[in-house]
């Protein structure tokens, strides 16, 4: 079971971005999806997050300009970018809660990560 992160790159202030991430491999149900990111020198921190396609939270910083969604048919899960900003400059990553086919627990999986650069 792997996550797959693509879409990230180079944007303009004021720009978009969508990000994908597609969950491949033997997996009965996805439970919680969400973006996390990395700027240099910070720690990683959560960017959005889906509660079993229903629920979703924020950081204070995206509210308004990000929204997280997620296709169950496709197992995948978006991350909408609006009105970029510099400081929005960083590693974006996913992560899921998956349950494998055949298991009885789910487990933390990560993506590997996407550039995400706001810059004029």
């Known amino acids: 079971v792997q996550l797959q992160a693509s879409g990230g790159g180079l944007v303009q202030p004021g720009g978009s971005l969508r990000l994908s991430c597609v969950a491949s491999?033997?997996?009965?149900?996805?439970?919680?999806t969400g973006w996390y990111r990395q700027a240099p020198g910070k720690q990683r921190e959560l960017v959005a997050i889906?509660?079993?396609?229903?629920?979703?939270n924020y950081a204070d910083s995206v509210k308004g300009r990000f929204t997280i969604s997620r296709d169950n048919t496709k197992n995948t899960v978006y991350l909408q970018m609006n009105s970029l900003k510099p400081e929005d400059t960083a590693v974006y990553y996913c992560?899921?809660?998956?349950?494998?086919?055949?298991?009885?627990?789910?487990?933390?999986?990560w993506g590997q990560g996407t550039q995400v650069t706001v810059s004029s």
């Open positions: 491999g033997s997996i009965l149900s996805i439970h919680h």
């Open positions: 889906n509660t079993n396609g229903a629920t979703t």
């Open positions: 992560n899921a809660d998956i349950l494998p086919h055949g298991s009885s627990r789910y487990i933390s999986v």
